[in-house]
Each structure stands twice: as C-alpha cells, then as structure tokens.
C-alpha cells in the first residue's frame, strides 16, 4: 500500500508509549489530523520488552514532577481507554545494602516528601513483612510507597491505539521513516518506505532510535542505545506484591497478575549499540542476586529471556523540547530505561506543545541546550 | 470451547476475539496480549494451531504470518541451576 500525497497537522514518528500517549493526548484535547508512523509492529521498541514497572520515588525533581503527574493519569486510564491495562497499584520496595546507600535513598524519600509524596521509610523487618520471600541480610533499610504500580505495556499499547483510531487518528505499522523533505527550517515532507507525506508538526518518539532520525535533520541528540536483558519465570501462587528494587545491585523483579515472576538486571560493562541478542552473562548475574535478596526462588524456572534497550542521555533525563534546527520539529526521547511509567504525562505536554498551548509543567530542565551548557546532575535512581 | 494454548488456558475463542478487537495480525502482537506461545512449552503445542487460526481469519496464507522468535533458554532452567547450586534440587 502507499501512502503518498496525504497532509497531517501532526505526523508522530515512533508507535512507542510515548508517541502513542502524544497522540491519544492530541485528539483528546481536540486536536484533529494525526497519523503515528511505526516502522516494525506494535510494541517492537522498548515499550513492547519493559518491565511495565511505574513508579514516583525519584531521586530528582524532574523525574518526580513526570511520574507523579503520570500516575494521576494512570489511574483514570484503563476507564478512559476502557480496556483492561493490568494497572495494579501493588507499590515498589527499594532496598538499600550500605550506610552510603541507605543515606541517598533517605534524602531521595526527602524530595518525595516535599512534592507531596507519601513514601516511607522501612526497616528490613517492615520490609520482609511487604515481601516475605526478602531475605533481610545485608539490608540496611528500604523505601516503600504503595502508589507506585505496574501495568502491561503490551495491553496499554493495544488499548491507545484502538482508542486513537475511535477518535479519529491513524496507527500505520511497518511503515519506517528514511528521510525527511526540508525547506528552509522546516520539514515540509516525511519519507517513508511507503511513500512520503505532508506535515505541519513533526514528533520524534522514536526512543532507542532517536539519534538517528536526529541525524537525518541535521541535529545532534546526545540518546545511545543500551541492551537492557529481562526474564520471566514459570507462574506461581502469590507470594508478594510490590516491584522489588535495589539501585546498588541494579535488579528489579515483581510478580505479575498471571503469576510469573518478571526480572532484570543491568550489566554494568554494557557498551552503547543496537546489541539484540541475549548474552550468557545475564541469567548467571540475574539469578545469582535473585537468590541473593529473595532465596526461595531459587526453585523457580525461567521461561524465557529477552533484550531491549534503554535509550540513555547523560544525566539519564529526558529531552521533551523543540528541535534546535527545524522549526516544526519537537524532540520526546531520551527516557533512560523509564519511558514507560512517565509516557501519560509525557504524551500531555507534547500534545499541549503540538496545539500551541504552554506546557502545563515547566520543559526548560528537559531541553537539549542542557548538555551543550553542561548543566546536568544525574538522576541517582535509576535501575539496571 | 476449544482450548488451544494449554499453557495459559486461552480458547479459540479468546483468540479470535482478540484478532478482531485490535485488528491484530501478526503472531508477535497476539502472543504479548494473551500470551500465547509463552509458556512452559515454549509455544511448541500451541503456536501451529495459532497460525492455522490467523490465517483462516486474515485470509493470509500461513507462511506470511508473522512467526515469534524462539527465546533462550530453549528449556526451562531452574535459577538456581544458573549458578550451579546443588542443594537445591533437595
Ligand atoms: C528490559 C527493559 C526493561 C524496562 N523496564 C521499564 C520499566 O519497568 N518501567 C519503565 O517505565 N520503563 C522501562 N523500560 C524503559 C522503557 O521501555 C522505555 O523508556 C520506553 O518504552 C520508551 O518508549 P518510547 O515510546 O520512547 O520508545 P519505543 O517503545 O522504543 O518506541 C519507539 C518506536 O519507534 C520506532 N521507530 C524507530 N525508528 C523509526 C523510524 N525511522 N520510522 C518509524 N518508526 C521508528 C521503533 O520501532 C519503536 O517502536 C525498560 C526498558 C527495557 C529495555
Ligand atoms: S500451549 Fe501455548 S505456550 Fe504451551
């Protein structure tokens, strides 16, 4: 099929939680003609692979202002999309294994507090009665907030897109972009390997790739690619319920309504590059710190095991703010291994940006001129 | 009733019904909503009887749906097999 010829207020490039959040956000706010481009199937990119883990407790306001405000979303989303997204509000334990440790998750519970953030400190007991399969050795303390949740990525990407095509917008997969028609400062023309199309507003919501569609306009995004490896394991009963999650030793892990265990953990010597296949250091490394911090699971079985990336900047923040160099161009990319979670809030200030309203949170910390002037202090909460 | 994924209990059914809502069609995309193929198995009793299905309902022929890739590990593995503990087959 091609598609030539046919003019979009906005073309969002990327069929991620993000671009499809822009686009659900963008026709709810009354905004008409929008078509996201996705050049593989739905839930190809990070969002299809994650953890589906969402959490507010931050060690930064930048990221706690964006999940904060994305979990109010989330929590009137599954009635809004009427569909079932799995969001549970089961909670998120972070463990803290040294006094230095224990002392950053302190002031991180610190900021929370002074957004209006209900987390708590615990002791490694309080913690064991949340997750009784916690082995409480070695822990110093943990932090804990019930309204930190989880939700089915896949379920969420179905349930956007289904929406947006009620409202009146298009989801066109295995359609990629290669190129761009310019003319003066602005993008006249996407080209797709379907045929080109006409735009007003352009959206870069293409995450792991979002350099390289930088570079096709001519603009440098400081985004890498980082394999990111996760498991899951066979169902079992209900053992806890809360994601389990230790900065320090770089693992996550919770347990899904079905029942199977997800998991995964960074590998430290990772490089930046489209690196897609499992590597044998991850079941080893994942498994070991498993038995480590909860022994019982020890038993389990893994299922299968899988990569994604994580589309990291240098403060391991994201960039939502227009493009340095075209005019009709606006950047959301760059979310560091937690695009998922702050996508809702996310996709709301991009479409208020499409529709030419003011953003209805301040976008200068999340702008590319950042790294230019060196202003940038890395976020200390991130996982893997 | 016909249950057609033995490992996660999904009908027929289910799967078409699901086909239809969100105008799936690819294997890739049913498997992550109703995780089919996902199982202790690995997809192996499941995934050709899937594929028969999709294309009957997309009128596709069998050979141009889109098929998962097969995830290690090819079977299943105690974790604790990863990290070569022995007590705990006790
Ligand atoms: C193992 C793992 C676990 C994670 N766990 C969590 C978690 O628990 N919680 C959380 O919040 N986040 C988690 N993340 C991070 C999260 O997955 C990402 O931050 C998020 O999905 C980014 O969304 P996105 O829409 O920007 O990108 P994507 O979902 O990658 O979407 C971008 C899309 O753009 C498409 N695309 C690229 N180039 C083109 C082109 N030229 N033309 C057309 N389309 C194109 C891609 O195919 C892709 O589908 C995890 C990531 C990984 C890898
Ligand atoms: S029968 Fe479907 S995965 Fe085993």
Same mark, same amino acid.
């Given at each position: 099929m091609l598609i030539s010829n046919e003019k979009y207020d906005v073309i969002i490039i990327g069929a991620g939680s993000i671009g499809l959040m822009t686009a659900y956000h963008f026709l709810k706010m009354g905004g008409k003609s929008v078509i996201v481009l996705e050049k593989?199937?739905?839930?190809?990119?990070s969002t299809g692979r994650c953890g589906g883990g969402i959490r #507010?407790?931050?060690?930064?306001p930048e990221n706690i202002i964006l999940a904060k405000k994305s979990i109010d979303i989330w929590e009137k989303l599954p009635k809004e999309l009427e %569909? %079932?997204? #799995?969001?549970?509000?089961?909670g998120y334990l972070i463990l803290a294994f040294s006094e230095e440790e224990a002392e950053t998750l302190k002031q991180n519970v610190h900021l929370q507090h002074k957004f209006g953030i209900n987390s708590k400190i615990l002791t490694p007991e309080e913690a064991k009665e949340i997750? $009784?399969?916690?082995?409480?050795?070695?822990?110093v303390l943990a932090t804990y907030n019930k309204r930190d949740a989880k939700a089915s990525p896949f379920r969420t990407l179905f349930a956007l897109k289904k929406k947006i095509e009620e409202m009146g917008g298009k989801v066109l997969t295995h359609t990629e972009v290669i190129g761009f028609k310019v003319k003066g400062k602005e993008v006249k023309e996407v080209i797709t390997t379907r045929g080109s199309l006409k735009a007003n507003l352009v959206v870069n *919501?293409?995450? *792991?790739w979002s350099k390289i569609i930088g570079k096709m306009l001519g603009e440098n995004l400081p985004v890498e690619p980082y394999r990111h490896e996760i498991m899951v394991t066979e169902r079992l009963s209900h053992l806890f319920d809360p994601m389990v999650i230790s900065f320090s030793k770089g693992i996550y892990f919770q347990q899904m309504p079905r029942g199977e265990i997800i998991g995964g953990i960074g590998n430290p010597e990772e490089k930046p590059g489209f690196f897609i296949q499992p590597t044998s250091w991850f079941p080893y490394h994942f498994a070991k710190t498993l038995i480590e911090i *909860? $022994?019982?699971?020890?038993h389990v079985r893994m299922l299968r095991h899988w990569t994604g990336y994580y589309e990291v900047t240098p403060d391991a923040k994201p960039i939502i703010d227009y493009s340095e160099v075209i005019n009709n161009v606006i950047h959301a990319t760059g979310f560091s291994g937690h695009g998922f979670m702050v996508s809702p809030m996310v996709g709301k200030i991009v479409a208020e940006m499409l529709l030419g309203k003011s953003p209805s949170i301040d976008i200068e910390p999340y702008s590319i001129r950042r790294f230019r002037e060196g202003r940038i202090v890395r976020e200390t909460g991130v996982v893997g | 009733m016909k249950i057609v994924c033995r490992c996660y209990d999904i009908t027929e059914e289910e799967i078409i019904e699901t086909i239809k809502k969100y105008n799936i069609t690819s294997l890739e995309e049913l498997k992550r909503i109703l995780n089919v193929g996902m199982g202790e198995c690995q997809g192996r009793t499941c995934i050709p009887i899937i594929i028969s299905i999709m294309s009957r309902i997309l009128g596709k022929s069998p050979d141009d749906i889109e098929v998962p890739k097969p995830r290690p590990p090819a079977f299943t593995v105690r974790l604790g097999d990863f990290i070569g503990d022995e007590d705990a087959h006790k």
């Open positions: 593989g199937y739905l839930g190809c990119g #507010e407790q931050w060690g930064s %569909d %079932d997204l #799995e969001f549970h509000q089961g997750v $009784p399969i916690l082995n409480t050795s070695g822990i *919501a293409t995450g *792991a *909860a $022994p019982a699971l020890r | -």
